[in-house]
Every structure is written in structure tokens, then in C-alpha cells.
């Protein structure tokens, strides 16, 4: 009976803390698509009063005790059970927000926002000398949060393990040196060969009919509206703001379609993932994805694997015509097909295609371990930053602009636990599509004629239903029967670049 | 110094119950614009927290202690000091929030919620009976509601004054008593004359273009659209999401013109209101418009003495014709006007021309006061609102649906205390106008010129950036140099009506 009624009691406490993160991602998505200007300043503080309601009701030493008294019943359900997991992953949660002070946390924050402000303004004037010291203490901060979370081989694991439960630095490590063995190569082969012509993608695309094809490919695919929607914003994200209402955004260029058709993709594929979670999670810290790199994994399943791949296109590639006649015109399936893979050593992440994508993680991984375990001074960022694209890539950043200051990440957080995760999410998605395939039978054809069924049910019963109830790598191991590998992503790559370069 | 230290503790904590009001308001806007239907159930509960944790927090015995500490400086400061108002207004707000159990608080949301829903059904089905017993426990939730406000002379004036603050029955009564003295006739005289043709209202409106020309009118009022915004929704309604972030909802009909037009001019009106409070009482209970009947008197001013007057009408019906030049061939500025204006006795009181629409607040007013005195049995409600009706207007409902059952507020709230402000913003709204008039000089001349600024500037100062320092009464007062009277109603109604109809 004490049992029952502490389950009660904790699940009582939790969906009040799901509540306010759900609260406050109404306020982000908000924040993100139709807030007026002038509302910006008191959003800030709404959210940040939200936050802390919810840290502080994370935090009661009352969820500490209830999972004491849980524990022993929930273990004995079996390890596999949702009581199980559910005391595993909550306590998960709660030990890692009550190992970091208050004190902390709150400074943590107001060094985040005002890194985060100066980078807005530095970046476009090309001023790494003004955040040079401010990204220094956030080194100094970074260790000092990976401090408070012991029994890690390497500081950096904690940062790593925080982001990725169960990955190491070691782990990481032998996985990117090998996938870079096997990259640079065909990187090599790809740019001794004629470059494609994706000319086709830039033209006359009006807005409403990009939107309406996107919204068409992603109800195919399984996104439900019903319990969703689309919006526009800045920078495209998938957010849920609570059960049965996971949403999208996108962004259009009218001169180019790639932009909002891949992005819708990408986005439908991670709000997919969480529209797949079993219901019975609701409430509890299971109802969510995994980690990033899952929720990555999914999201590049959806827009690469799928996405991009000819077997799609086949089927769509029709529809689309007839959505945009005039600036498709003389454009076949097979211009389309290889303009959409063109393969391209840019200075941008964000718009770098399947096969030097990595390459920008990898260099961000490096860099960001260097400068963590204090063999990087953050003085020599920049130059280090410009020596290893140059080398990697082949290609020179003009300025910092598009080095050491292009992304967000290093002056709106921590540095350390975030880029692994975009790769680890395109190595699983490769894995996980071709469990697929082996179980499903011909997926080829069945995406060729536009059914996604197959494929959507496959995932949603080994991945999606699971929520946090698994760690990635003991996701990668249920789902696919073989560890984390780089063997179906390298093969995925090789056969599909191969073709398409004539290697 | 302890002073000082106790006014930004009680700002502190009050500024965390505001941002907690918003959060609440940007998940209602958020509920009646954009919402899956998945996301419905969620949403509720997400809600329900928010909400209790602001009561919480306006209940915490501390914030009577601090009201304590501060009151003998504040009221040092005069009675016009921002300090005064602060201890005033916070003072009310926290004695009746405490003075209600909160067993009653979690009693009467149960029942309400239960109403509603079953309202939600019953009405289409004209199903009275089955309300019946749920009114009869509204009933008698409401008298004890306002039980626990003691010191008032009649039980509804406790009701009463939680909506308008300083109203008594004794004075809504005498109030309307004049008003219906005055109404009667001048409807009789009307009904005796030919009715006013508004057949131009019909036609083909596409929603664009009344989009287009609404945003376009009340931009030109003042309302501030980088503070704000116009979304789409079922019931149209004004809301603040912060300070800098004041929406308005609207609604539209593609064979109707009325609908979109005149809701967003009533909607801009509350919301220019909460626009122009005064910045500095951001984050205390004083920056609100001050109660539901000054509201309306901003909404109803905005929307009627405005937006349904002559002169308003010389400047934009030209315009207005271009953008509708197929619906309102033929219709010249006269007719056009005549037929915003008709007047015609109707069932419905929201679909009700300016002359009638009081007579169904009064009939509310006086059927809810009945049930509450004991004078009518819920049980007989029904024939009650029939023969009232029938004498007053001279229309029968064919059943309840049109009757008991047509509005939402007994069955979702409490009866007593709603209605009565509807008509209370009528009569201000007259009186304020007339009152701007005196002091602009031609007002007539500036608002057919399409120039708003000297009329908002005049509500700005007199009305809008007090918040709710004031109460009605006070802020009549203070603005018009005179207590609250019907007379510059019944004198706009008598004029324009009588040169509309030839009386």
C-alpha cells in the first residue's frame, strides 16, 4: 500500500513538472512564430519563472524519498518494466539537477544570457576579440558543471553522458576516427569527379504551394495534424507542448526549394518520434525522446534516408512538378534526384549535405575537447578553427563569421555534449533504416509507392512507443539486434554516392 | 529602510503572480487560436496548474504581512499615489482571495466544470431539465460565495462589487430602473416606423480584404500592432500576454459584413485600453483596466460612438467600398449607415442593435437576482425569461435554446455579478464620449477627418493609464467631472436614433 500510494505521490509530482515544461514550451513556440516585439522582454521572465517552478519542484528532497520507497517494488518488476525504468530515468533527472548548486545554476544563466547577447551583435561585425574572454569563462564554467557529476573516466564524459546517456569520449572518439577514415576518401573520390547541377532547386517556388506539398509528404508520412500543426518561424524546430499536441515549424525562401522542403521533413521526423510515445508514459519523464541523438536520428531517417532517396522521389516527384510547372520545367527526376544530393565542401554546417556534414561535427567535437581539456587556448580558436576546415574541406573562411563564431551553441550554452549528438543521430539513422529494410522486406518499393506505413509502424514499435524507458546504445542494440555501428551509415553512403558520382 | 525592503518583496512576489497570469493567458490564446484538437486535454490540466499556483501565491499569509508593513508609508503618500493604490487594490485582491475556503475554491471549479460541459450539450438539445438541478447548485454556491464577503447590505452586493468595484444592487437598480424608463419609449417609437433596410451587409465579403480593412481602422485608433496582434477564433475576446503584448481575436463571415467588422473594433477597444496603462505599474495588480463594465465602456466607445457613427463613416466608406466593390455596389454612404444602425428587436443579445441590447442585460440582471433572492425558483426560469421578453421586446423564443439556455455565463460561472456590467459599459461609454467632446472641441469634425489621436490621447490620459488605481465610480468622476449618469446615454440614443428614424 506505501508503495502505491508514494508511485501515486511521485507521478503526481512529475506531471505537475511535465505540466510547467509543457507551459513553458507553449511560451517558447509562441516566442518563436507570433509574438509581437514588443512582448519579447516579459517573455524572458516568464519563461525563466517557469523554469525555476519546475527546477525547484525537481529538486524537493520529497522526490528523492519517494524514489527510495519505490525503488525495490519497481526493480522487481523487471528491468524492462515502465516502473522500472521510470525510477531509473527519474532518478536519473533528479540526481543530476540536485548535484548542481543553485548558486550555479543561476550563474550558469546570466553568463549564458549575456554571452548569448554579446554573440548577436559580434557575429555580424566579425568581433571574436569581444567574446574571447566571455567564451573562456564558459570553458571554466563547462568544467565546472562537468565537476559536480563524478565517477566519469574523463571530465568531458559527464558533459557527454548529460546529452547522450551512456556515450563516452572514448567511445565517441573511435566511432568519428573511424567514420572519418571512411569519409575523407569518398570526400576525395566525389571531388575528383564532375560536380552535379542543382540549379533546378532555385527558381520561382511560391510559399503556399511549397507549404502545401510539405504538409502532403508529412501527413503520408505519418505526422498526425490532429495532433500537431505547422507554423512559420526563424530557425526551424519540432516542440511539444503536451500530449496529443507535437508541432512543427518551418521557414520558406520563394527563390529556392530545399529550405522549407527539408526542413518540414526533418522536423516531421522528430515530431513523429514523440507523437509515437506510448500514451501509458504520460505524466513521467519517459515521455520524451530519448536523447538528441536519437531524436536526430530520426529526424535525418525521415528527411535524408527517405527524403532524398530516389525510391521517393519516384513517387512524388510528380506531384511536385505539378506544384511548381514553371520553375521545374525541363527538370526530369534524375536532374531533380542528383540536384538534391549534390555533394559540395561549404564553410556552413547547417547547409552542408550527407557526406561532408560530419566532418563540420567532427571538427567542432575536437575543437571543443581541446579547448576542455586545456590543449586548445580559446585565443587560437579561430586560427584553429580555419587550419583544420582548410585541410578537411579544402575550403577558407573568409572571416570568423563563418569559423569560430557560426553557430550558436558555445555562446548560448556550455561548451562540450551537444555537436556528437548531430552524427550519432545520422549513424543511427542509417542503422535503424537498415533494420528496417531487413525486416520489412522490399522498403524500397514500398516508399516508391508512397507507403510509409510499413516503415512508420516499424518504427513507432521499436523505437518511438519506448520513450526514455532505454539509453541510446541499449536502443540501438533492441531495436537493430547489433551495438552502435558506422558500417550501414558508411554503406548507405558509399552505394548511394557511388551511384549517383559514378565512383 | 524596512519599508522599502517590504515594497520590493511585495513587488517582487506580485510581479511572479502576473508573469504566472500571463503564462496562463498565452495558454488561453493559444486554446482559442491555434490548438490541435489532440492537444485539448493537456491543455486543461496545464492550465488548472497555473492557475492554482498564482492562487497560492496571492493567498501566502507573507503578502498580508507586507501589506501591513507598507500601508502606513503608502497611504502617506496621498491617495492618488501609485504606493496607495498599490496597498488598496492589493489589499482587496488578497482579502478575497483569502476570505474564500479553498475546499469552496476546488468545489465550485468541480461544479462549474461539470455545468459547463453539460451545457455544452443540453443547449443544442434545448434540454433544460437536465440543468435544472445543476443550476439550483450554482445557485446556492453563488450565495455562499457571497457569504464569505461580509459587510454588504444585500447578499448580490457582494457580487457585485467583486465585478465592479463600489457598485451596489441598490444603485444597478435604480440605474437601470432610469434606463428602461427612458429605452421604452424611444423603442415603441421606432417599432412604429419603417424599418431600416440592411440588406448591403449581405453579399460576397472575402475575408482578406475585411482583414485588410479592420487592421487598417484600428491601427488608425492607436492600437499598436508591435504590441500586439489580430488571430482568428470562435468567440472573439481581448487579451494581455505580458506588458508589450496586448491581442485581439476576431471572427468573419464571407456572406456578412457586420461580424468581422464590428468585433474588431470592440476587441481593439479593451485592448487599446490595457495599452495605454501606464508602464510603471507593470508587475503589480494595477496594471489592468479596472473592471469588466469600464472595459466594455472602451469597447462599446471604440465600436459604437465611433465605428457606427456618421462622421466616422465619411472618412472610411469610400475606402471601405474599394475594398468590397462588387457587395457594396449601389450602397451609398446613407444607406450604408442606416443599415449598421438598424434597430429590431431580437432573441439573441449578442446579435442586438445598440437600443435594445439593454433590455436583455436588464432581463438577465433581474431574473438572476430573482433566483438568488428566492423570489424565482430555478424550475420556472424558463417561463420567467419567456414573458419577459415577449412584454419587453415583443419577440418569443420557439425553446429554451434561444431562451434560459442561450448564454454561457450561469452555466459557467456563478450567477450574479456578470450582466449587469454589459449595460454599465454602455452608459459610461456615452458619458466619457461626451465628456471628450467638451473638452476636444469639434470631436465630430477630427474623427470625420479619420484623426483618432486627440480622442485617444483624452482616453489615454483621463482613463487608460490609471490601470486600476481607481474605481468606476472614482474614475467616472475624475474624468468626466460628474457621477455616473444615464443621461448622455439616453441623449446619444434619442439623438441618433431620432434622426435616423425621422422621430
Not at 501515486?8 to 507570433?34: G, M, N, P
Not at 517552478?53 to 528491468?79: F, K, M, N, Y
Request: glycine share 8%; hydrophobic share 40%; aromatic share 10%.
Amino acid at each position: 500500500m506505501t508503495v502505491e500510494t508514494d508511485l501515486a505521490e511521485l507521478k503526481h509530482r512529475f506531471q505537475a513538472i511535465e505540466d510547467l515544461h509543457c507551459a513553458e514550451s507553449v511560451l517558447t513556440w509562441d516566442q518563436a512564430t507570433y509574438i509581437p516585439s514588443g512582448g519579447v522582454e516579459a517573455r524572458a521572465r516568464q519563461l525563466a519563472l517557469l523554469s525555476s517552478l519546475a527546477h525547484e519542484r525537481l529538486t524537493d528532497p520529497a522526490i528523492g524519498r519517494l524514489l527510495d520507497s519505490i525503488t525495490p517494488w519497481a526493480e522487481a518488476q523487471g528491468v524492462d518494466s515502465d516502473a522500472a525504468a521510470l525510477v531509473r530515468v527519474a532518478r536519473r533527472d533528479y540526481d543530476r539537477a540536485t548535484r548542481v548548486p543553485q548558486a550555479f545554476v543561476h550563474r550558469l544563466a546570466e553568463h549564458t544570457a549575456t554571452t548569448y547577447h554579446a554573440w548577436e551583435r559580434a557575429r555580424p561585425a566579425n568581433d571574436f576579440a569581444t567574446l574571447r574572454p566571455l567564451l573562456e569563462t564558459t570553458v571554466e564554467l563547462s568544467r565546472e558543471l562537468a565537476s559536480f557529476h563524478p565517477g566519469y573516466a574523463h571530465p568531458y564524459d559527464a558533459l557527454i553522458d548529460l546529452a547522450e546517456d551512456g556515450m563516452t569520449v572514448q567511445a565517441v572518439r573511435a566511432l568519428f576516427g573511424d567514420l572519418r577514415a571512411g569519409l575523407l576518401p569518398l570526400i576525395e573520390k566525389i571531388r575528383a569527379r564532375p560536380a552535379l547541377d542543382d540549379r533546378c532547386l532555385t527558381g520561382d517556388f511560391p510559399e503556399p504551394a511549397q507549404r502545401a506539398f510539405g504538409e502532403a509528404v508529412v501527413r503520408a508520412f505519418g505526422y498526425d495534424f490532429a495532433r500537431g500543426r505547422q507554423d512559420k518561424t526563424a530557425h526551424p524546430f519540432m516542440i511539444k507542448l503536451g500530449r496529443g499536441d507535437v508541432r512543427i515549424t518551418t521557414r520558406y525562401r520563394s527563390d529556392h526549394l530545399s529550405d522549407g522542403l527539408f526542413s518540414t521533413l526533418h522536423e516531421a521526423g522528430h515530431a513523429m518520434y514523440e507523437q509515437g510515445i506510448d500514451d501509458a508514459l504520460d505524466g513521467t519523464p519517459l515521455f520524451h525522446g530519448t536523447t538528441a541523438g536519437v531524436h536526430e536520428s530520426q529526424s535525418r531517417l525521415w528527411e535524408n534516408l527517405v527524403g532524398r532517396s530516389r525510391p521517393f522521389w519516384e513517387h512524388w516527384y510528380g506531384r511536385l512538378k505539378k506544384a511548381f510547372p514553371d520553375a521545374l520545367n525541363g527538370a526530369d527526376l534524375d536532374t531533380f534526384y542528383r540536384a538534391i544530393n549534390r555533394v559540395a565542401p561549404s564553410l556552413i554546417r547547417t547547409d552542408a549535405d550527407e557526406v561532408t556534414y560530419n566532418l563540420h561535427v567532427m571538427l567542432r567535437f575536437d575543437l571543443e575537447l581541446a579547448m576542455l581539456e586545456g590543449t586548445l587556448e580559446v585565443a587560437d580558436l579561430p586560427d584553429a578553427w580555419r587550419a583544420r576546415i582548410r585541410s578537411d574541406l579544402g575550403v577558407t573562411p573568409a572571416d570568423d563569421r563563418d569559423g569560430a563564431l557560426q553557430d550558436v551553441h558555445w555562446y548560448g550554452g556550455i561548451v562540450g555534449g551537444a555537436f556528437q549528438s548531430y552524427t550519432l543521430g545520422n549513424v543511427m539513422s542509417a542503422q535503424f533504416f537498415a533494420a528496417a529494410r531487413r525486416d520489412l522486406g522490399d522498403l524500397d518499393a514500398q516508399i516508391g509507392a508512397g507507403e510509409f506505413g510499413p516503415l512508420h509502424g516499424w518504427l513507432k514499435t521499436r523505437l518511438y512507443r519506448h520513450g526514455r524507458k532505454f539509453t541510446p546504445p541499449e536502443l540501438v542494440e533492441r531495436a537493430t539486434g547489433a551495438p552502435l555501428s558506422i558500417a550501414p551509415y558508411l554503406a548507405y553512403l558509399n552505394t548511394k554516392y557511388g551511384a549517383l558520382y559514378g565512383l
